[in-house]
């Protein structure tokens, strides 16, 4: 079972590039999330979806942009990458109850030189 | 809005013993559920345990048991008989009660945890 599926694993980039992070579930959950983790602040969400084609900006979206063409992928990208996006970046997802828990994809490490 | 606070940084435990993790949260919301997630030095994120805020008892999973305190709005993790494995970074997340939808999780720091043998 693959679960959450995000790529890549690793990437650097030097400041104003682009690139976007892949985030894929097979789990058919409607709710899927960004959230990126930085050394003592735990995870903070940057953006989320409850279905495709409904999108919504969490704590820290600001420098990302997101969209939800279909159930399964969540794309987020990043427009002009900067130093402060320096993180590891998770995609989660859950068929969206209240009691589910999310499940995490493994990360991405991304490193803006 | 919603928070969750962490105070221990890092933990020290001996194996076999039993450590608690605390998290206190703050909301206004009546309905709300406390997570508890597992990172180990890997990175994955695994899910440990859930408390509604409706659910009378404490929640139990193996040997994870949640002490959840309402009125002190404090819901600490228990790790009994502490493995060698059970190292690794603990978060404890609130969900978002204004959503009826979806599961919006706010996260504390998160404690490290170090088992000694």
């Known amino acids: 079972n693959a679960g959450v599926t995000q790529t890549p694993k690793f990437q650097v980039l030097k400041t104003g590039q682009s690139m976007t992070l892949q985030c894929a579930q097979d789990m058919n959950h409607e709710y899927m999330s960004w959230y990126r983790q930085d050394p003592g602040m735990g995870l903070r969400l940057i953006h989320y979806s409850v279905g495709a084609g409904i999108t919504d900006q969490g704590e820290v979206p600001n420098g990302y942009n997101v969209s939800r063409s279909t159930t399964e992928d969540f794309p987020l990208r990043l427009l002009s990458a900067a130093p402060s996006q320096t993180s590891v970046y998770f995609c989660?997802?859950?068929?969206?109850?209240?009691?589910?828990?999310?499940?995490f994809g493994s990360g991405t490490q991304l490193s803006v030189l | 809005a919603q928070k969750i606070t962490q105070t221990q940084p890092g933990m020290f435990v001996q194996e076999k013993e039993a450590v608690t993790l605390d998290c206190t949260y703050d909301t206004s919301d009546p309905s709300y559920g406390l997570f508890w997630y597992k990172q180990p030095s890997s990175g994955e994120m695994i899910f440990l345990i859930y408390?509604?805020?409706?659910?009378?008892q404490n929640a139990t999973e193996g040997r994870y048991s949640l002490n959840f305190q309402k009125a002190r709005k404090s819901a600490n993790l228990v790790i009994s008989a502490s493995q060698l494995g059970d190292s690794a970074m603990y978060f404890c997340a609130m969900r978002d009660g204004h959503m009826e939808y979806g599961n919006k999780l706010v996260f504390g720091a998160g404690t490290i945890l170090r088992v000694k043998s």
């Open positions: 408390q509604g805020s409706y659910d009378q």
């Open positions: 989660a997802s859950s068929r969206g109850r209240p009691n589910e828990k999310l499940f």
